[in-house]
């Protein structure tokens, strides 16, 4: 298992690298990833936030007892749309921190798989949501720059009182 890095960490404002090729240490890099984010209680966890900026995210699965977590490597959009529709997040990076955040909710994800095989998936329920708060981690976005002002002011002071322990490490 390993540390989950918090704002304002540098890793989780660059963008991520894409992989190259899926090896042993990536193989490594999702164990790791998938055991972090089942003890963290998440149901997605992006690798810049365990500090690897590299291009991978996954995602819990169906069942409860785990097994059938997805992996995307390299992911890209091929559709996303809808009226924007708000609904509350949190993010493991930014822990007590919860707001309101308008996306779009119907989504086509494209993304290589730990195989190695190009697959496609969509959504138009909560996956879809997750899929884009997962994409921005790779792209050095936090929920905190897609809240509204209001849900800013807030969580104002818990992102201080963050932003201060961080400094303090
Ligand atoms: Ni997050």
Avoid: Y
């Amino acid at each position: 298992m390993r540390t989950i890095v918090m704002h304002p960490h540098p890793a989780l404002r660059s963008r991520a690298l894409p992989v190259a090729k899926i090896d042993a240490s990536i193989e490594t890099l999702v164990g790791e990833m998938i055991q972090t984010m089942h003890d963290e209680g998440g149901i997605g966890l992006a690798a810049p936030q365990i500090g690897v900026s590299k291009r991978v995210f996954v995602t819990v699965g169906e069942s409860e007892d785990g097994g059938d977590e997805r992996v995307f490597i390299n992911p890209k959009f091929l559709l996303i749309d809808g009226l924007l529709e708000a609904s509350e997040e949190g993010c493991l990076s930014l822990p007590e921190i919860r707001g309101s955040v308008r996306r779009q909710p119907h989504a086509v994800i494209e993304a290589t798989g730990l195989n190695g095989e190009i697959f496609t998936m969509e959504s138009a329920e909560l996956m879809a949501r997750c899929w884009q708060h997962e994409v921005d981690h790779l792209d050095g976005i936090l929920i905190i720059d897609r809240m509204s002002p209001i849900d800013r002011l807030v969580n104002r002071k818990r992102l201080r009182a963050l932003e201060a322990a961080q400094e303090s490490e």
